[in-house]
């Protein structure tokens, strides 16, 4: 909120200067935002005396004045009818500035020189309309005196944070207040000394029927009130405390509000219609039009202030318009009560409406500022109208008192929180500049505590205050040794997840972090029916824009964005991952969001690059660069056809199985899919041939790890060759993480190195075109699990087609290793184990040998 | 049978004359190879002239024999050096040919990097976790209780307008808007004491712009025991300080308000740019506002079912996000989440 430092002054005298202030306030934690020096809006005008006034030659309503600044003599055109020979007049020399923008020059008025102007009080800023032409200076201001400074016009406004625990420092006198406790300054009150005049008519009834969320309404009439402009020191506190000034009557609530915090309504109480003033819950479908212009319709949580014929204002929130004081209104009936502080959000917060008495009352108020507020501003109505408005008899409705808060606390409470070593004297003293009436107690001290500090609920409350008083720089800042915490399961986990990036990031694979948040289109993009993402994901009620209106199932669709932005950047090896949750709804009776977190990767071009000069680098990345990439996660298994939503390539993509559950996928995008992605694809030729970034789906593709053996077959590499279309192919895989994790951290067992030479045999094989490596693997592995057989490794070292070849027939060249724990193998051994594969192999698929 | 010792004797004059010059001279490896044969094979000379010794009276091997080996010490002793010499001498051959441009462009293999939250924020970890925090997480849809009720922050308490918050059911269902939930999660599972850093990612319902960003990441520590006090805090703090921005590094402890915490606490540390002198980061202040922290209220134990009388403890956080640009000095924060490879390779 905007402090005026001069204003703040005249409650509590700091002597501090606004620097110093700001300071003092930061210990205190509130932080100042900004620091504004209100100037008042000119410069270089002084008090000038008349020394004769002409009329001027040229022209009927003006008139040649010769001023005397004590310095100088001045001649200066003037059209102002007030003006007499020894007045004393602001005179704005030449070069002089004026609130509106105006600089003052020599010059000449209708053939007259001009050696500056005689300014009205409008023209100074003063006051808003110029209703008495120059502005008189008292007569005893010495000449050439700067009219700023004599009029004490320079201020300093503070825009000071203030903590939503601590309403009660939401004005100057509140703030104040804080201050001197904490100086151990004397705080002078507005309040002091006011005597209302209170004559007239007691108050219109006034009738608490929610007593829950309106313990107590003070309401009070002014009559014969004339409302009009305030005059200029008002409106100039309130234009610098960011307030436009209205009337006087409208002004007179505001200055109130942020001198004593307390918000007020004034009503035009002509327009009540009577018998009676209600504060009650609004019926559901009652409209109020607000003094914002807006209507707004209500329901049962919204306390409104009702007449005979409805609402007339929001309680505590907005005034009504048709009940609004204008320049017409002669009786008020002027409103402080206090409100509940969530009654009044709850209600603000569901009509979207935001104000100075909302923001106050939402926070709390002084229920005991209620009167003493309405007083004081009845007193400045009074005072400020001409001629003096009339004050009736308040009227309050005080319907429930809660006891006051007591917190009793002990010197322990202070020193063993805070850690300090305060002496029980020294905490007294704090806790008393804040409780006054504070009692002594065998255990320490009976606080009864303030109305207006809504904050203070128990004895950590005290130690903070104490802290704040002392200063946070009187804890000491050396920790004890601390006990030693329990070890808890799972830790591993997030060194897992770390090892994780690194990896990748080693791979070559940048990592990337996207939103959560995905649009209805992103969705559908990625293949998701409209019934699927109605059913299964997860939306926003308020999302930022219907861009980010779901929380995204998958990290594809960022990756893919990122994806596309650093294509048109330029960039053209693009490898990136991602770490991220993904969401949709849990089924009935579980948890309603099923949170599960991703490991993602996009890859396009390259690999490892595009352009290196060796070309056997500058390869384009296939689908066993990602079966490979996935397997070094761990030895997953594989199995063909991935993404059921048409996202992923029908042939080139697989899913990835973990103890015998899928667990993720990996392949090319969807040639169609990119296309509606805006990535360039090579034109598809139909009849599915070769429309799958070259690379030929009748090459069937499986399993392609083995346990301890590294996939080293790049079958179809031969059929994907480098080009544009392939460098442009786009590939994805992502894994759901949270179950593998503790995979990875779990506990590893050494298994004996064979320590004997192995033999290896290379082998020709012709086999049938539609055999997938994962049957012909299987039927290996079963070998090398049999202990009997001295099989241990098994390797697919070359894949080849072609002309050579008898039709449907292609060829593959194994690698076996065999050896014997306990002996070094012999070649027969090794021939006759050759023999029996060769014997199993054509059996069950009828692969023989090449010639 | 002295005739035989004579013979003995000349052919090993003869053969030491000619075979150490022999080798001397041999111009290649595989005429070295020969010779090797030549003297020292199965049947070559000198094996044969050795084995000829037995042959001869006692007395006369007893002489000779000494004299044998050590012409073949010396014969291998030369055959081996000069192998070295002819090996060095062919290699030297071989590369004086070989041509090639040491400046052609690397293999770029692992060109991948970490992003600079994930940098920053295991970084940041690592510290408490040497401290004896714990790594904990959280699930990032929260519910109204986790994330605000069990914190002290009561339906239609105004601290709520500090944390806009996205709602994904009415159910009171949102995305979590601190860390601070994982806190009640850790209490309400394990008896004190507790100790636990809690990296993760947060959201907060606001326009996105240079400074603000709707999802950002924050580090959450909370220690929980018998006698912790506001000094244990201030140590603890002012150590995480030093040790993310230097072990001179200043730091200032100002009052402030969060629901969960009494007392709380704001700490600044000095301008890590300007070194407190003043810039624009620090908006001339010399300081800047790096975390938060306090006493848990005692409502927060009452929550989860600690005795506030038995039990005391502090907690903390810290923007990551913030740390990260001023630690890069990354001037809008939408830069961490475009995933331009231009800027993430860079770190």
């Given at each position: 909120m905007k402090i005026s430092h001069a204003w703040l002054q005249e409650f509590v005298n700091s002597g501090l200067s606004p620097e110093a202030l700001q300071e003092k306030l930061l210990l205190l934690g509130f932080e100042v935002a900004a620091v504004q020096r209100v100037g008042p809006g000119f410069a270089n005008v002084v008090c000038a005396q008349i020394l004769d006034i002409r009329k001027h030659p040229n022209a009927d309503r003006l008139s040649l004045c010769r001023v005397s600044d004590g310095a100088g003599e001045f001649s200066v055109v003037c059209g102002a009818t007030n003006i007499q020979v020894g007045q004393k007049v602001p005179l704005a020399r030449i070069g002089a500035k004026l609130p509106n923008g105006r600089l003052i020059q020599d010059t000449r008025i209708r053939g007259e020189t001009s050696q500056g102007m005689l300014c009205s009080a409008e023209?100074?800023?003063?006051?808003?309309?110029?209703?008495?032409?120059?502005?008189?200076?008292?007569?005893?201001?010495?000449?050439?005196?700067?009219?700023?400074?004599?009029?004490?016009?320079?201020?300093?406004?503070?825009?000071?944070?203030?903590?939503?625990?601590?309403?009660?420092?939401?004005?100057?006198?509140?703030?104040?207040?804080?201050?001197?406790?904490?100086?151990?300054?004397?705080?002078?009150?507005?309040?002091?000394?006011?005597?209302?005049?209170?004559?007239?008519?007691?108050?219109?009834?006034?009738?608490?029927?929610?007593?829950?969320?309106?313990?107590?309404?003070?309401?009070?009439?002014?009559?014969?009130?004339?409302?009009?402009?305030?005059?200029?020191?008002?409106?100039?506190?309130?234009?610098?405390?960011?307030?436009?000034?209205?009337?006087?009557?409208?002004?007179?609530?505001?200055?109130?509000?942020?001198?004593?915090?307390?918000?007020?309504?004034?009503?035009?109480?002509?327009?009540?219609?009577?018998?009676?003033?209600?504060?009650?819950?609004?019926?559901?479908?009652?409209?109020?039009?607000?003094?914002?212009?807006?209507?707004?319709?209500?329901?049962?949580?919204?306390?409104?202030?009702?007449?005979?014929?409805?609402?007339?204002?929001?309680?505590?929130?907005?005034?009504?318009?048709?009940?609004?004081?204008?320049?017409?209104?002669?009786?008020?009936?002027?409103?402080?009560?206090?409100?509940?502080?969530?009654?009044?959000?709850?209600?603000?917060?569901?009509?979207?409406?935001?104000?100075?008495?909302?923001?106050?009352?939402?926070?709390?108020?002084?229920?005991?500022?209620?009167?003493?507020?309405?007083?004081?501003?009845?007193?400045?109505?009074?005072?400020?109208?001409?001629?003096?408005?009339?004050?009736?008899?308040?009227?309050?409705?005080?319907?429930?008192?809660?006891?006051?808060?007591?917190?009793?606390?002990?010197?322990?409470?202070?020193?063993?929180?805070?850690?300090?070593?305060?002496?029980?004297?020294?905490?007294?003293?704090?806790?008393?500049?804040?409780?006054?009436?504070?009692?002594?107690?065998?255990?320490?001290?009976?606080?009864?505590?303030?109305?207006?500090?809504?904050?203070?609920?128990?004895?950590?409350?005290?130690?903070?205050?104490?802290?704040?008083?002392?200063?946070?720089?009187?804890?000491?800042?050396?920790?004890?040794?601390?006990?030693?915490?329990?070890?808890?399961?799972?830790?591993?986990?997030?060194?897992?997840?770390?090892?994780?990036?690194?990896?990748?990031?080693?791979?070559?694979?940048?990592?990337?972090?996207?939103?959560?948040?995905?649009?209805?289109?992103d969705l559908s993009d990625c293949g998701y029916p409209d019934s699927e993402i109605e059913s299964s994901l997860v939306k926003l009620l308020n999302p930022l824009s219907s861009d980010w209106a779901y929380l995204r199932p998958t990290l594809y669709i960022g990756l893919l964005k990122n994806l596309v932005y650093n294509l048109d950047h330029g960039c053209a090896d693009v490898r990136l991952f991602e770490v991220g949750h993904c969401y949709e709804k849990g089924p009935e009776g579980s948890r309603p969001v099923i949170e599960r977190r991703f490991l993602a990767a996009v890859l396009c071009g390259g690999y490892p690059s595009q352009f290196h000069w060796q070309k056997a680098k500058a390869r384009p990345v296939d689908v066993y660069d990602l079966k490979g990439f996935v397997s070094s996660i761990l030895p997953f298994d594989f199995e063909a056809g991935a993404h059921a939503r048409g996202f992923l390539h029908p042939k080139i993509s697989c899913r990835a199985l973990w103890k015998g559950s899928a667990v993720g996928e990996l392949g090319q995008m969807h040639p169609a899919a990119a296309q509606s992605w805006g990535i360039k694809m090579a034109v598809p030729r139909g009849r599915g041939t070769g429309g799958a970034g070259g690379a030929d789906p009748a090459v069937p593709r499986g399993r392609g790890i083995l346990r301890g053996a590294s996939d080293t077959g790049r079958g179809a590499g031969d059929s994907q060759r480098a080009g544009a279309a392939d460098l442009k192919t786009i590939w994805f895989f992502q894994i759901v993480l949270d179950e593998l994790l503790g995979e990875f951290s779990a506990r590893r067992k050494m298994a004996p190195v064979d320590a004997l030479p192995a033999s290896s045999r290379d082998l020709s094989l012709l086999v049938d075109e539609a055999l997938a490596w994962r049957s012909l693997l299987e039927e290996i592995e079963s070998v090398i699990r049999d202990p009997a057989e001295p099989l241990v490794e098994a390797h697919l070292v070359d894949v080849y087609s072609g002309e050579k070849l008898p039709p449907q027939k292609k060829g593959w060249t194994l690698r076996l290793v065999f050896s014997r724990q306990d002996r070094t193998i012999k070649d027969e051994e090794v021939d006759e184990s050759v023999v029996k594969i060769l014997a199993k192999m054509s059996e069950r698929f009828g692969i023989r040998l090449r010639e | 049978m002295p005739g035989d010792t004579k013979v003995w004797e000349e052919k090993w004059t003869a053969l030491q004359e000619s075979c150490l010059p022999a080798v001397e001279a041999a111009a290649d490896l595989d005429s070295l190879e020969n010779l090797r044969i030549k003297y020292l094979g199965r049947k070559g000379v000198l094996t044969e002239l050795l084995a000829a010794l037995k042959d001869l009276p006692v007395a006369d091997r007893r002489r000779l024999g000494p004299l044998g080996n050590d012409l073949r010490s010396r014969l291998e002793a030369l055959l081996e050096a000069r192998k070295r010499g002819l090996f060095k001498a062919a290699v030297d051959q071989d590369l004086a040919g070989v041509k090639a441009d040491m400046s052609l462009p690397a293999t770029p293999h692992g060109t991948g990097t970490l992003h600079p939250l994930t940098q920053t924020m295991e970084e940041l970890t690592a510290v408490l976790n040497r401290l004896g925090f714990q790594t904990e997480e959280g699930p990032l849809v929260e519910t109204d209780y986790y994330n605000f009720e069990a914190l002290n922050i009561p339906p239609e308490h105004p601290a709520r307008d500090m944390h806009d918050t996205f709602y994904v059911g009415k159910d009171g269902l949102l995305l979590r808007t601190h860390t601070s939930p994982v806190q009640i999660r850790k209490m309400l599972n394990s008896a004190p004491p507790v100790r636990i850093v809690v990296p993760g990612r947060v959201f907060r319902h606001e326009a996105v712009d240079a400074s603000h960003s709707a999802v950002f990441h924050q580090i959450e520590g909370l220690y929980v025991d018998r006698d912790v006090t506001m000094v244990d805090l201030k140590g603890t703090l002012l150590h995480f300080a030093r040790a993310m921005f230097g072990s001179r590094t200043q730091a200032r402890f100002k009052p402030s308000y969060f629901p969960f915490t009494e007392p709380s606490v704001e700490v600044d540390v000095q301008c890590l740019l300007c070194g407190g002198g003043g810039c624009g980061v620090c908006k001339q202040s010399g300081w800047l506002e790096m975390l938060g922290a306090g006493m848990v209220h005692p409502n927060v134990f009452r929550a989860v079912g600690y005795d506030p009388s038995a039990w005391k403890g502090f907690a903390f956080g810290i923007g990551v996000d913030r740390v990260a640009m001023l630690r890069y000095e990354i001037t809008d924060i939408r830069l961490l989440y475009q995933n331009d490879l231009r800027f993430l390779t860079q770190f």
């Open positions: 023209e100074l800023g003063l006051a808003e309309a110029d209703v008495n032409g120059i502005h008189l200076l008292d007569g005893t201001v010495s000449l050439g005196r700067d009219v700023a400074e004599l009029m004490n016009l320079s201020d300093t406004v503070l825009d000071v944070e203030i903590t939503p625990n601590r309403p009660d420092c939401l004005s100057h006198y509140g703030l104040a207040r804080e201050l001197a406790a904490y100086l151990g300054l004397s705080l002078r009150s507005p309040l002091e000394g006011l005597e209302l005049a209170e004559e007239g008519e007691i108050s219109v009834p006034v009738k608490i029927l929610a007593p829950e969320a309106c313990p107590r309404y003070v309401g009070r009439s002014l009559s014969a009130v004339r409302v009009g402009p305030s005059p200029g020191w008002l409106a100039r506190r309130l234009s610098a405390c960011g307030f436009r000034p209205i009337n006087n009557v409208a002004d007179v609530t505001n200055y109130v509000l942020i001198e004593l915090g307390h918000p007020l309504h004034a009503f035009d109480q002509d327009l009540l219609r009577g018998p009676e003033i209600r504060v009650r819950w609004a019926s559901e479908g009652e409209r109020l039009l607000g003094l914002d212009g807006k209507t707004h319709l209500l329901d049962g949580q919204t306390l409104v202030i009702a007449d005979a014929g409805g609402p007339v204002a929001l309680a505590g929130i907005l005034g009504g318009s048709a009940s609004s004081v204008t320049d017409k209104t002669r009786n008020v009936f002027l409103e402080s009560a206090f409100f509940q502080p969530a009654c009044i959000r709850k209600a603000a917060r569901r009509l979207g409406i935001k104000t100075e008495s909302s923001y106050r009352f939402e926070r709390g108020s002084d229920i005991a500022m209620a009167e003493l507020a309405g007083r004081r501003a009845a007193d400045l109505i009074c005072r400020l109208t001409q001629p003096p408005a009339r004050a009736g008899r308040a009227r309050d409705e005080y319907v429930k008192k809660d006891p006051p808060v007591v917190i009793e606390a002990g010197e322990k409470d202070i020193n063993g929180l805070l850690g300090t070593g305060f002496s029980p004297e020294r905490i007294e003293g704090r806790l008393k500049a804040i409780c006054p009436r504070l009692e002594k107690t065998p255990g320490g001290w009976r606080l009864p505590v303030e109305t207006h500090r809504l904050d203070l609920t128990s004895a950590a409350d005290l130690a903070e205050e104490v802290a704040r008083f002392e200063g946070y720089q009187s804890v000491g800042s050396e920790p004890r040794p601390a006990s030693v915490p329990p070890v808890t399961e799972g830790e591993g986990r997030y060194a897992a997840l770390s090892r994780l990036r690194r990896h990748f990031a080693s791979l070559g694979f940048s990592e990337a972090y996207n939103y959560d948040f995905v649009s209805k289109k | -």
